[in-house]
C-alpha cells in the first residue's frame, strides 16, 4: 500500500513577525502545497491520504480554505483522505471539519481515542483527533490495537494480528521534543516512541513536529513551510510504501514553492549605507521568496543604520525583512571612559548601569552620537 | 611623549623631506607658500593616522585633495619617529595611498607595536597619552583660526571649554547635546497626550486601531465558527426529521397497500354483482311525449261569442254614406284683412289723381342766376383824377430842382482852385523859405479849398426823388385805365347771359324770378313720386289678396269678388261634412266582428293540430283510433310503465355505486395500481433499510397521519431554521475577516509602537545620563582648569590678570585683573582672549591627556595678531610650557624669529627654517630620549 502523508500545513496562520504581505504571500504559498499533496498523490497512485494534524488553524481559517479543502480533497475521490486533527485545528461543533460537507472519501477521525479505518483488507488506519487546543492525553496511553480491535471491529473482520496497523495522530514524541530547536513548543499528546510498537501499530505517521524525523517507528512529515524565521522548512510531503509485514519506506517530497531565508551579515568594517547595501545585495543574489537578514557586526560610529533601505535591495525576494542581531558600535568605550570628559563620565555611567547590554548600547551610541553633533539619533 | 622627526616621503609639495624636532620647543619658520601648513598636516597624520574603511566623509575627501601629491599616483607616505616618556622608540610610517600603515619599536629591532594602537583601522599614537585623532585635533592641535574665533565670537571660548569638557574638542557640548537629544525626542517620539501628534501617539493609536480590529476579526470569525456549527447543528435535526418522515412514510406506504387491497377485493365483489356496462332504460319508458300531447289538446280553448251584424251589412252601410270634399270650410280671417286693404288703397290712389300740380318749367338755377347777380353788383370802376392832379405838380418842382443843381458844380471847382492855390503857398513857404505867414494861409487856403468841395449836395437828390415819383404816378394811371375798361366788359357780358335766361336785367328781379321757377318744378317732382309710391302699394295688397283667395276659389275677378265667391264655397263643405260623420260608427262595428272571425279560425286549426299530434305520439306507444278512443286508453298505459321503471331505476343505482367506487378507474387499473403501490412499499422498504428510527405506532392509520403531520410540521419548522442559519452562515462566510491579517496588521502596529518607546526610553536614558554625566565631569574638571589657568595667568597676560575661577556647574571662567576686580573670561580683551585661549588649549591638552603622559603641542601661527608685547608674553609662555612637554610652533613672523634666535635652548630648543633647514644643532637629545628637565637646559 502506498500512502502520502503531510502534517502542519497550519493554513491561515500568520508568518511569525510578518505583515499583511507575508501572511497573503503564505497563505498562497500554503494553498499551493495543498494542492501539491494533491497532485502527489495522483501523480504517485497513492491509495490513501493521511494528514496528521494541524492542516489548518481553527481561530484563523476562513470560510474560503473550508470550501478549498472540501474542493481538493473530493477532487481525489475515491482515494480515501484521512483527516486527524491536532491542537490547532482540533476538532469540535464548530470546527470545518464538522461542519464542511465532506466528499464520501474524506474520513475525519473525530474521537479523542484512537479509532481504526479499513483502508484495504490488509491495512488498518488508526487516528484520534484533538478536541480542545490544549490538555490531550497521550494517545497510546493505555492503547492496544488488539483490545480496540475487538470492541470496534465487526464479527466478521479478521483477527487484529493479521492485519497492519498504522497509526495516524498528533503528538509529542518526547524524546524527539529536544531535537526540535523550537523555544515556542509545548507538548502534546506525548507519547514515547516505543509506545507505538508496544500498542501493536506497526507505524506511526505523526504531526507537531515541524522539523521532519525519520524514526523507525514513526515518522514526523514535518511542516512544508516554515512558520516562522529560524525554522528549517525541510519538512513536505512523504510517500510511504506500506509493506505485508508493516515495514515502511518512505521519500519525502517538496510540496511548498515558498523559499523562506534567514540569513545573517556582518557589518564589521563596513563604513557607510552603500558599502552595507552591497554586502546586503551580494548576500541575497540568487535568493527568492522570503528572507530575513540578522544585521551583526561592528558598526561604525560615523554610520547611521538604515533598516529601511530593504526595498532597494529587495530584488527579487517577495519579502525581506531586516533585523539587527548581535551589534557593536565601533566606538572604543575603553579608550573614552578612560576621558575626564563628559563623554568619557557618560560612557562609564552607562556601563555602570544596570541597563542590559543591548539598551546600554543604545544609549552609548546616541549620547555620542548627539555629543558629536549628530542628528540621527535613533540607534538600530 | 614627543616627536623627535617627521618624515614626507610624497605629502603635498614635499617629497623625501624631514624635520627633526625638538623635545623642548621647536620653531619652524618660513614665508608664505614655504610648505608650513603641509608640515603642520604632515605631523599630525604622521602621528595620529587616518580612518581606514569603506566610504569617506568630507573632511576626508578634503584632506587628500590638498595633501595628497598631485603629480604621483600610487605614492602618498609619511612617517614620524617618536619618543615615548616609557623609553620606547617607535617609528610609524604611513602609505596613504594604500591606507596600511607601520608601527614599530626601534629599540626592539622594529617588533611592531601597533595592536593596541588601532582605532577605525588605522594605528593612532596619540592614543598613547589618552587622547585619539579626533580629541588630539582639537586640543594638541591648535590653528590659527581657532585663535582668532575667540576674537569673532564673545561665547567663543566658553563654548570651546564646553566643547572640549564634553568630548575633548567635540563639535557639541554636553548642554547642546542634550538639547539635541531633547529635540529629536520631541519630533521623532512626542507626547502620549491623545491629541498629539507624533510618533509616539500615532503608533499608540495604530496598537489600538490594530486592537479594536483584530477584536472584532475574532468575534465575527467566532461567530463565524459559530453559526456553521449551528448551522451543521440544524442540518443533522433536519436528517433527524427527515428520517422519522421517511419510516412515517414508509408505514403509511405499508397502510396505503392494505388499504388499497381491501378496497379492490370490494370492488371485485361489487363488479361481479353489477352488469359490466350502464343500464338502458326501456324505450317506453318515457310517456312525457304522450302526456305532453294530451296536455296540449286539453288546454286548447273555443274563443267567447260576440253580438255583432253580418260583415257584409255593414260594409253595405259604410259604402252609402258620402265622401267628404276637401278644401277649407271658413274664410280666415287674413284673407279677410287682406281684401279690406286692397280696398283702402284703391281708394287713396285715385284721390291723388285728382290733385295733380301744374306741369314743371326749364329754367336757370337760381344759384348761378345769384352768382351773376353779385357779380354785376360788385364790379366798380377806379378814378384817375388824383393821380394827373400830382402828376402836374411834380412836373413844376422839377423844374426848379434843375436850376439848384447848377449852383452847386460853381462852388466845387472855386473850392478845388483854392485848395490847389493853399497847397502851392504852403510848398512855396517850405522851398522857398517865404516864411510861416504865407505857409499858414496857404493852410488856410488848403482847407477853405476843401470845406467848398465837401459842401452837401441836397439838391441834387430831391430832384432825383421827384423823377421818380413822376414815372411812377404815370404807370399808377396807365393801370387804373386798363382795369376799368375789363369791368365795363364783363357787366355786359353778365346782362348778356341774364337776357338768354329770359329773365329781368335787374340783379334782384333776375334772382326772384329764378327761384319761383325752380320751386314750381320742385312740386311737380313730388307729386309724381307720391303717385308711383301708391300704385304700389295697391299692387301689393292686390297680389296679398289673390294669394289668400287661391285656396277657395279660382282666379276670376278683383279680390271682392273672388272674396264673395269664397264664403259661398265654404258653406257648401260645411254641409257635406255634416253627412259624412256617420261613418265612424260603421267602421268599428266592422273591425269587431272580423277580429271574432279570425280568432275563431285560429282556434279550429290549433284543435285540429294537437289532436293530430296526440294521435301521432300515441300511436308510438301503440294506441291508434280515433281522439277520443286514444285519450280513454292513456291511464292504463302509464301504470304499466311505473312497474317497468322502478326495476329500471334499482340495477342502475347499483351501477352507479360501482361506478362511483371505481373512481373513474376500470378494476384492471385499479389492480395494476395496487401492483404499484405494492412495488413501491418494497423499494421504501429497502430504502429505509439504514433508517434506524422504528415506529411503535405503525400499524395505527390515525397515530401515523396525525405523526406525519406533526413531523412535517416540525420539517418545515427545522428547514427554516437551518435556511436560516444557512444565510446566516454564507453572509458570515461573505464577511467574514481576515484573522491573520488583522493578527498581522497588529503585529506590525505593536512593532512600531515598540520601535517608538524603545527609541523613548534610550533617549530619556541618554538624556539622564548625560546630564548626570555633565555635572560630574564639570565638578572633577572645574578646579583642575582652576589651578592651571591660575598656574599660567599672570605670566601669560604680564601680571594684568593673576587668577581664574572656573563655575563647577556651568564651567564659566572668571579672571580676576591685577587691581582685584573680577571679570568674565568671556569679556577680557581680544589680545587677552587670545592669551587665554592659548592658555585653555595648553591646559586642557595637559588636562586630557592621561596622567604621566605628555601630549606634543602643535601650534600654527598663534601669535600672528598679537601686539609685541602680546606676542612676547605668549613666545614665553610656550617655552615655559615646553619645559614639561613638546611645543612646535609654525610662524612666518620676523618677531617670532628673533624671539627664538634669543631666546632659544640649543639643547631643547630648535628653531628650523623650512628654507634654509634648521638654525639651531639638532639633536640634543641623548641616545635614550630622555628630555633634559626644563631647570637644567637654564
Known amino acids: 500500500m502506498r500512502l502520502v502523508a503531510f502534517s502542519d500545513l497550519h493554513l491561515d496562520a500568520p508568518f511569525a513577525r510578518g505583515g499583511p ?27 490513501a491520504v493521511l494528514c496528521a494534524g494541524d492542516l489548518f488553524e481553527h481561530d484563523r481559517v476562513s470560510p474560503d480554505t473550508a470550501e478549498l479543502l472540501r474542493r481538493t480533497f473530493a477532487e481525489l475521490a475515491p482515494t480515501p483522505v484521512l483527516l486527524a486533527p491536532g491542537n490547532h485545528d482540533w476538532f469540535g461543533a464548530s470546527s470545518i471539519y464538522a461542519t464542511t460537507a465532506w466528499s464520501s472519501n474524506v474520513h475525519v477521525f473525530s474521537h479523542s481515542a484512537l479509532e481504526p479505518f479499513r ?94 524525523r525519520e524514526a523507525s517507528t514513526h515518522t514526523y512529515p514535518g511542516n512544508p513551510a516554515p512558520l516562522s524565521f529560524g525554522e528549517r522548512g525541510d519538512g513536505g510531503a512523504v510517500v510511504i510504501d506500506v509493506g505485508a509485514d508493516g515495514s515502511v519506506t518512505r521519500r519525502w517530497e517538496r510540496i511548498c514553492s515558498l523559499e523562506v531565508h534567514d540569513l545573517e551579515v556582518d557589518i564589521g568594517g563596513l563604513g557607510d549605507a552603500a558599502a552595507i547595501s552591497d554586502a546586503l545585495t551580494s548576500l541575497l543574489a540568487g535568493h527568492g521568496g522570503v528572507a530575513r537578514v540578522t544585521i551583526v557586526g561592528e558598526v561604525a560610529p560615523t554610520l547611521d543604520l538604515d533598516l529601511a533601505l530593504k526595498s532597494e535591495i529587495a530584488h527579487g525576494l517577495d519579502q525581506l525583512e531586516l533585523r539587527t542581531g548581535r551589534l557593536t558600535d565601533g566606538y572604543d568605550l575603553h579608550h573614552i571612559c578612560e576621558e575626564p570628559t563628559v563623554r568619557g563620565q557618560f560612557v562609564r555611567d552607562v556601563l555602570e548601569s544596570d541597563l542590559d547590554d543591548d539598551e546600554q548600547r543604545r544609549v552609548i551610541a546616541t549620547g555620542l552620537r548627539a555629543l558629536s553633533g549628530r542628528d540621527d539619533l535613533e540607534v538600530a | 611623549m614627543w616627536i623627535r622627526k617627521v618624515v614626507a616621503g610624497a605629502f603635498g609639495a614635499l617629497r623625501d623631506r624631514e624635520l627633526e624636532l625638538a623635545p623642548g620647543l621647536t620653531v619652524v619658520h618660513g614665508e608664505n607658500e614655504s610648505a608650513k601648513s603641509t608640515w603642520h598636516a604632515a605631523l599630525t597624520v604622521g602621528l595620529c593616522g587616518r580612518r581606514r574603511g569603506a566610504g569617506r566623509s568630507s573632511a576626508d575627501a578634503d584632506f587628500e585633495a590638498r595633501h595628497r601629491p598631485w603629480d604621483l599616483e600610487e605614492t602618498w607616505s609619511v612617517g614620524v619617529e617618536l619618543q615615548l616618556d616609557d623609553g620606547r622608540r617607535i617609528e610609524i610610517d604611513r602609505d596613504l595611498h594604500r591606507q596600511r600603515s607601520q608601527v614599530v619599536d626601534i629599540g626592539l629591532g622594529g617588533r611592531p607595536v601597533a595592536d593596541d594602537l588601532m582605532r577605525d583601522g588605522s594605528p593612532d599614537a596619540s592614543v598613547w597619552v589618552g587622547l585619539d585623532r579626533a580629541s588630539f585635533s582639537s586640543t594638541a592641535g591648535v590653528r590659527q583660526a581657532e585663535i582668532l574665533s575667540v576674537n569673532d565670537e564673545p561665547g567663543a571660548l566658553m563654548d570651546f571649554l564646553g566643547r572640549a569638557a564634553a568630548s575633548a574638542g567635540g563639535s557639541e557640548s554636553a548642554a547642546s547635546a542634550m538639547e539635541r537629544v531633547v529635540r529629536f525626542r520631541k519630533e521623532n517620539v512626542g507626547s502620549d497626550r491623545v491629541n498629539a501628534v507624533k510618533p509616539l501617539r500615532i503608533a499608540m493609536n495604530n496598537v489600538a486601531a490594530a486592537q479594536a480590529e483584530l477584536g472584532d476579526a475574532r468575534r465575527v470569525h467566532a461567530d463565524y465558527l459559530a453559526a456553521a456549527a449551528q448551522a451543521e447543528q440544524y442540518r443533522g435535526h433536519l436528517s433527524q426529521l427527515e428520517q422519522r418522515l421517511a419510516a412515517i412514510r414508509l408505514a403509511q406506504s405499508a397502510l396505503e397497500v392494505d388499504v388499497a387491497q381491501v378496497r379492490f377485493d370490494r370492488l371485485s365483489e361489487w363488479a361481479e354483482r353489477c352488469p359490466d356496462n350502464e343500464p338502458v332504460a326501456p324505450l317506453s319508458t318515457d310517456l312525457a311525449p304522450l302526456l305532453a300531447a294530451h296536455a296540449q289538446m286539453k288546454a286548447l280553448r273555443a274563443p267567447a261569442a260576440l253580438d255583432t251584424r253580418p260583415i257584409d251589412v255593414i260594409e253595405g252601410e259604410l259604402l252609402a254614406v258620402p265622401v267628404l270634399p276637401e278644401g277649407p ?51 366798380v370802376e377806379r378814378p384817375t383824377a388824383d393821380l394827373e392832379l400830382e402828376l402836374a405838380h411834380l412836373a413844376t418842382e422839377r423844374v426848379d430842382a434843375l436850376s439848384a443843381a447848377t449852383d452847386r458844380t460853381r462852388l466845387r471847382v472855386t473850392g478845388a482852385v483854392v485848395s490847389v492855390s493853399g497847397l502851392a503857398a504852403v510848398a512855396l513857404a517850405f522851398a522857398a523859405g517865404l516864411g510861416a505867414a504865407f505857409a499858414v494861409l496857404g493852410v488856410i487856403l488848403l482847407v477853405l479849398g476843401a470845406l467848398l468841395v465837401r459842401r452837401p449836395a441836397g439838391h441834387s437828390s430831391v430832384l432825383m426823388r421827384n423823377v421818380e415819383r413822376a414815372e411812377a404816378i404815370e404807370v399808377e394811371i396807365e393801370s387804373r385805365r386798363v382795369h376799368n375798361a375789363a369791368v365795363e366788359a364783363s357787366r355786359i357780358q353778365c346782362f348778356e347771359q341774364l337776357k338768354t335766361w329770359g329773365l329781368s336785367s335787374e340783379p334782384a328781379t333776375a334772382v326772384a324770378m329764378a327761384e319761383d321757377q ?42 271682392a269678388v273672388r272674396l ?35 280568432a275563431h279560425e285560429r282556434f279550429d286549426a290549433d284543435r285540429n293540430a294537437a289532436i293530430d299530434q296526440l294521435l301521432a305520439v300515441a300511436a308510438q306507444f301503440g294506441l291508434s283510433g280515433s281522439i277520443h278512443e286514444v285519450v280513454s286508453r292513456i291511464p292504463a298505459l302509464l301504470a304499466q310503465r311505473e312497474v317497468e321503471q322502478a326495476d329500471h331505476d334499482r340495477r342502475r343505482t347499483d351501477w352507479v355505486r360501482l361506478q362511483e367506487r371505481l373512481g373513474g378507474l376500470t378494476l384492471d387499473e385499479h389492480r395494476r395500481r395496487l401492483d404499484v403501490l405494492a412495488n413501491e412499499h418494497r423499494l421504501a422498504v429497502d430504502a429505509c433499510a439504514d433508517n434506524p428510527v422504528r415506529l411503535d405506532f405503525a400499524h395505527d392509520v390515525a397515530a401515523v397521519d396525525e405523526a406525519a403531520a406533526a413531523t412535517e410540521d416540525r420539517l418545515r419548522r427545522a428547514r427554516e431554521a437551518a435556511a436560516t442559519a444557512q444565510g446566516r452562515l454564507d453572509q458570515l462566510r461573505v464577511t467574514c475577516p481576515d484573522v491573520a491579517i488583522a493578527e498581522a496588521v497588529l503585529l506590525q502596529a505593536e512593532s512600531g509602537l515598540e520601535r517608538v518607546e524603545l527609541l523613548h526610553s534610550t533617549l530619556d536614558h541618554t538624556e539622564r545620563f548625560l546630564e548626570r554625566a555633565q555635572e560630574q565631569a564639570h565638578r572633577m574638571l572645574a578646579p583642575q582648569l582652576e589651578s592651571e589657568v591660575t598656574r599660567w595667568m599672570a605670566p601669560v597676560t604680564g601680571g594684568r590678570y593673576d587668577r581664574a575661577r572656573v563655575d563647577p556647574e556651568t564651567l564659566q571662567m572668571r579672571l580676576r585683573e591685577s587691581t582685584g576686580r573680577w571679570r568674565d573670561a568671556s569679556l577680557v580683551s581680544h589680545g587677552t582672549a587670545e592669551q587665554v585661549h592659548l592658555v585653555l588649549r595648553v591646559v586642557l591638552a595637559k588636562i586630557l591627556t592621561r596622567p604621566h603622559e605628555q601630549c606634543p603641542l602643535i601650534l600654527d601661527d598663534p601669535t600672528v595678531h598679537a601686539d609685541a608685547r602680546r606676542k612676547i608674553e605668549m613666545l614665553e609662555f610656550l617655552r615655559e610650557v615646553s619645559r614639561e612637554t613638546q611645543v612646535i610652533v609654525f610662524s612666518q613672523e620676523a618677531q617670532v624669529i628673533e624671539w627664538a634666535a634669543e631666546r632659544l635652548d640649543p639643547v631643547i630648543d630648535r628653531s628650523i627654517s623650512l628654507i634654509d633647514g634648521p638654525d639651531t644643532e639638532a639633536d640634543p637629545v641623548d641616545e635614550s630620549g630622555a628630555i633634559p628637565l626644563p631647570g637644567s637646559v637654564a
Open chain 1, 119 to 212: 483502508l484495504s483488507e490488509r491495512l488498518v488506519i488508526w487516528g484520534a483527533a484533538h478536541q480542545a487546543p490544549s490538555g490531550t492525553h497521550g494517545l497510546l496511553d493505555n492503547f492496544s490495537v488488539a483490545r480496540a480491535w475487538q470492541r470496534d471491529a465487526d464479527e466478521s473482520a479478521r483477527a487484529a494480528g493479521d492485519l497492519v496497523h498504522i497509526g495516524l495522530f498528533h503528538g509529542s514524541e518526547e524524546s524527539d521534543f529536544t531535537l526540535q530547536a523550537d523555544p515556542d513548543k509545548v507538548l502534546h499528546a506525548p507519547f514515547r516512541s516505543e509506545q507505538i510498537a508496544a500498542s501493536g501499530l506497526a507505524h506511526a505517521v505523526v504531526g507537531h513536529y515541524h522539523l521532519r
Open chain 1, 21 to 47: 504581505a507575508l501572511v497573503r504571500l503564505r497563505r498562497a504559498a500554503l494553498r499551493e502545497a495543498l494542492i501539491g499533496v494533491a497532485q502527489l498523490a495522483t501523480s504517485v497512485d497513492a491509495d
Open chain 2, 518 to 559: 325752380a320751386a314750381a318744378t320742385e312740386r311737380a317732382k313730388r307729386w309724381h313720386r307720391e303717385l308711383a309710391d301708391r300704385a304700389e302699394a295697391l299692387e301689393q295688397a292686390s297680389t296679398l289678396a289673390h294669394a289668400l283667395l287661391d285656396q277657395y276659389t279660382d282666379r276670376s275677378g278683383n279680390p
Open chain 2, 564 to 598: 264673395n265667391n269664397a264664403h259661398s264655397r265654404c258653406e257648401e263643405l260645411r254641409v257635406v261634412e255634416q253627412a259624412s260623420r256617420a261613418s265612424v260608427g260603421l267602421e268599428a262595428e266592422l273591425a269587431r266582428s272580423r277580429e271574432y272571425a279570425a
Open chain 2, 329 to 379: 270650410m271658413l274664410v280666415d280671417s287674413e284673407t279677410e284683412a287682406s281684401v279690406a286693404c286692397w280696398h283702402s288703397e284703391s281708394a287713396q290712389l285715385s284721390a291723388w289723381r285728382s290733385n295733380q300740380p301744374a306741369p314743371a318749367v326749364d329754367g336757370p338755377a337760381p344759384g348761378d342766376v345769384r352768382v351773376l347777380a353779385d357779380r354785376i353788383q360788385q364790379f
